[in-house]
């Protein structure tokens, strides 16, 4: 053993040595809980009845993760653990910032809303066929890719969702679902291809997957030297297509009224939101200078998404549909955001997300009390006497159009006046005006569906003055599990509208922090920078007690000798 000792291996030099701080565990806390939690309910697939209150569980876990996290990112700043404890960027790492933190919480939040709801909805059938483990895989996927610190990784996510999604999509086997499954999964498979397309390119012409390694490799890229405009023009288009922007966009209305009320909300509240976090963090942190060309088009884009998005919505009788049409109408107005390019702009974008994630998860399920009360119908000519049937559902769904529409005092407002006043800033006018164009056509379309279903005594045929059949009523029992989700959903919008500076501050440290990523390198290189430091520094010791030169030639004495750290120029720059 005293040869061994001789030869001691120095791990050191290719992984960090200082043990894991309990705090970092945080950062894959969310997922560890999500595919632990789905395991564990498949163990228990002879027992569904008790599913959905361990997956009640499970995501009550989620919740309390996910605001452990925000909160140590918001006080400590961005947050980096590498698997394996390999010195990056050679281990995958997970990093968080305010940005990922933020989305991640109010993901966590929904689903678990939703899954409140889905105690009623989802039947016994729907449960031994495994709604709530692909749920919990779907969450697990969601969390991976707003947490991930690895380009590649964030496909890895993308594929584990997209898995789980086409499980739920297709639950219950109805030939429509088929239908709906087989364009979602085709436009969602050609995007996932381009998505890896692109990453091959990348790596090879970086030598990298780690995102701050990224950032840094193409800060340091003479102009000119390799195809980053190409690679982003890839990436814009992969997750422009996995968010369900114009001219890619048709497979979301055409798919998303096919599932379970349920499975429709999680899928518009969530999945179109990871879409555009993949472009902000690709295109906005990792590749500025791609992204400065792309934002011509990018605008133009979001201008005919808004508008294409808003038509629809107004040209549609079957009220599903509708919402999928207002879907793609948002992600419009976040395209904005990232077209303009300040930081105002980004900050309404990410409002925008914040709030199209809960105001559209909550238009869903409030659509499903509704059905669930006239016996599953949407059509715009079957719908009428909600408001005499429940006083409550027919406020709530007032509330949710006005915030669906931007309108004060709810969450949709301060997204737009953000987007509208960068736009006005940047002499972006006609962006501005479609904003406004977009707004008021929802409204209008959203408004049509209010009168007819809650406003109406009856469906069409019903004489004026009277009203039809009464609607069901629903079991106090269950009451409770349908309206608490869309209340708690609808009063989070009213109080970010109310009182917007908690969100507001966290959406501009997450601006900031994409346009000056030079925090979200640190803590991943920082970690690595300290142990080479306290190496050369030992060495040194050892050095002057030996009286031997300890700057001998060829020896690193400043943090290049670390990580290959280029001269920096403003981030962000365009």
Request: charged share 10%.
């Amino acid at each position: 053993m005293a040869g061994n000792a001789e030869h001691a291996v120095d791990f050191s030099a290719g992984m960090l040595v200082a043990p894991t701080q309990l705090s970092d565990w945080l950062v894959i806390a969310p997922i560890i809980i999500t595919i632990l939690g789905g395991a564990f309910i498949l163990m228990l697939r002879e027992r569904p009845k008790h599913h959905g209150y361990f997956a009640v569980f499970f995501l009550s876990l989620l919740v309390i993760a996910d605001f452990l996290l925000l909160a140590q990112v918001l006080e400590k700043g961005p947050i980096t653990m590498t698997m394996g404890r390999w010195l990056p960027p050679f281990g995958i790492s997970f990093s968080v910032d305010a940005f990922g933190a933020s989305l991640t919480t109010i993901a966590g939040i929904v689903a678990l809303l939703v899954c409140i709801y889905s105690l009623v909805d989802i039947t016994n059938t729907g449960r031994r066929y495994g709604f709530y483990p692909l749920f919990m895989l779907l969450m697990a996927g969601v969390s991976g890719s707003f947490l991930t610190g690895d380009i590649f990784n964030l496909y890895v996510w993308f594929e584990v969702l997209l898995i789980s999604s086409f499980g739920l999509l297709i639950l219950g086997g109805k030939s429509i679902q088929i239908d709906g499954a087989l364009k979602y999964a085709v436009l969602n498979l050609m995007a996932t291809t381009l998505f890896l397309i692109a990453t091959g390119y990348l790596y090879g012409t970086l030598g990298s997957l780690n995102m701050a390694d990224i950032t840094l490799k193409i800060r340091s890229l003479p102009e000119g030297s390799a195809p980053m405009a190409t690679i982003g023009a890839l990436y814009f288009l992969a997750f422009a297509m996995k968010a369900a922007a114009f001219p890619v966009n048709f497979w979301l209305p055409a798919s998303y009224h096919t599932p379970n009320i349920v499975v429709s909300a999680i899928f518009a509240g969530l999945l179109t939101k990871v879409g555009i976090y993949a472009l902000i963090r690709t295109l906005v942190m990792l590749m500025p200078e791609s992204w400065a060309i792309l934002t011509d088009v990018i605008a133009w884009i979001a201008a005919v998404t808004m508008i294409v998005g808003a038509l629809g919505a107004l040209a549609q009788n079957d009220v599903r549909r509708m919402l999928g049409y207002l879907v793609v109408a948002g992600i419009g107005a976040m395209l904005v955001g990232v077209a303009v390019g300040t930081e105002t702009a980004l900050i309404g974008t990410i409002l925008y997300a914040v709030h199209s994630i809960l105001v559209i998860a909550a238009l869903y399920l409030a659509l499903g009390i509704l059905m669930r009360m006239n016996g599953g119908k949407s059509r715009l000519s079957e719908l009428g006497g909600g408001y005499k049937a429940s006083s409550l559902l027919s406020i709530l769904f007032l509330i949710l159009v006005f915030a669906a529409s931007g309108l004060p005092p709810f969450s949709g407002f301060w997204a737009k006046f953000a987007l509208v006043e960068s736009s006005l800033r940047e002499d972006h006018n006609w962006l501005a005006f479609t904003i406004l164009l977009s707004g008021f056509l929802t409204t209008i379309a959203m408004g049509r569906v209010w009168t007819h279903a809650f406003w109406r005594g009856g469906p069409i045929g019903t004489q004026d003055g009277h009203d039809a059949a009464p609607l069901n009523r629903m079991a106090r029992s269950i009451q409770g599990k349908l309206f608490v989700p869309v209340t708690v959903l609808v009063l989070m919008s009213a109080l970010i509208g109310i009182f917007p500076s908690p969100m507001f501050s966290i959406a501009q440290t997450s601006a900031s922090g994409l346009l000056k990523p030079d925090k979200y390198i640190d803590s991943v290189f920082g970690a690595a920078i300290e142990q080479k430091q306290s190496q050369m520094q030992g060495q040194t010791h050892i050095g002057e007690g030996k009286e031997q030169d300890s700057h001998a030639e060829g020896e690193p004495t400043s943090l290049e000798g670390v990580v290959d750290l280029p001269e920096t120029k403003p981030e962000g720059a365009r």
